[in-house]
């Protein structure tokens, strides 16, 4: 799901430039990979190398939290973790808006995301997309 508007944007184009993460990747090498090893972990996607230790300091506090299902997450949007594919056609559910008319309606009543409770037990997984 993706909001209507631009919630976030970088003014790339202005006379004081701030530095950019880009420009210190040098002062933060194997970071970059330390990241990805630790949001793979964190959403259950991928299996880090053998060996691999995965930093997963205060993952409780930021992680993923306890209010929606990561697997719900997963087969609403046509993701399969084990083949490492998407089953579904994203772009096009996304793009033609059928994603938003499907979605909308189970945003929760207190507007934090949706809920993929009703959202399956509604339209089941087969009737998305």
């Known amino acids: 799901y993706t909001p209507h508007n631009s919630v976030a944007f970088h003014f790339y184009h202005r006379k004081s430039k701030p530095p950019m993460f880009w420009e210190n990747s040098n002062q933060h090498k194997g970071e970059g990979m330390k990241s990805a090893y630790r949001v793979q972990k964190l959403i259950s996607i991928g299996t880090p190398k053998q060996g691999q230790s995965v930093d997963m300091t205060d993952s409780d506090m930021y992680g993923l939290g306890t209010k929606r299902k990561a697997d719900d ?15 579904k056609k994203l772009c096009d559910w996304s793009t033609s808006g059928r994603m938003h ?11 934090k995301g949706i809920d993929y ?5 509604s339209l089941g997984k ?4």
């Open 117 to 121: 409770d009703r959202v399956l037990q």
């Open 73 to 87: 997450f997963y087969d609403i949007f046509g993701i399969d973790r084990t083949e490492h594919k998407i089953t």
């Open 126 to 129: 087969e009737k998305l997309h």
């Open 101 to 111: 008319r499907q979605l909308t309606p189970f945003i929760r009543s207190n507007g």
